[in-house]
């Protein structure tokens, strides 16, 4: 492979990387009124694994409390209730 057509392949995957990262991901469950632990849940959720192992919906209370302390990939993503009650994907 060419020079050229190396630097066109890593420009092309960076674009379609940086496009990814731009779509909307909103929750596509259900969300209940409380989290795993009983807390309820507001406007945001946290769905994450916890220090015990399995993973949980959490408020963020519970997430301090009972979460593996970072979000991302293996570890969780949180959520933020917009104005149609939709939650949107914002970190993790």
């Given at each position: 492979m060419h020079t050229r057509s190396l630097n066109a392949y890593f420009n092309n995957?960076?674009?379609v990387t940086r496009r990814m990262s731009m779509v909307k991901r909103y929750w596509t469950g259900e969300v209940k009124s409380r989290d795993d632990f009983g807390?309820?849940?507001a406007n945001v959720m946290i769905d994450?694994?916890?220090k015990n192992?399995?993973?949980?919906i959490m408020?963020?209370?519970s997430w301090r409390q009972h979460g593996v302390g970072k979000l991302g990939t293996g570890y969780?993503?949180?959520y933020?209730?917009?104005a149609d009650g939709r939650?949107?994907?914002v970190e993790g």
């Open positions: 995957v960076s674009t807390l309820t849940i994450g694994k916890t192992g399995p993973w949980a408020t963020p209370t969780g993503q949180k933020e209730k917009q939650f949107l994907k």
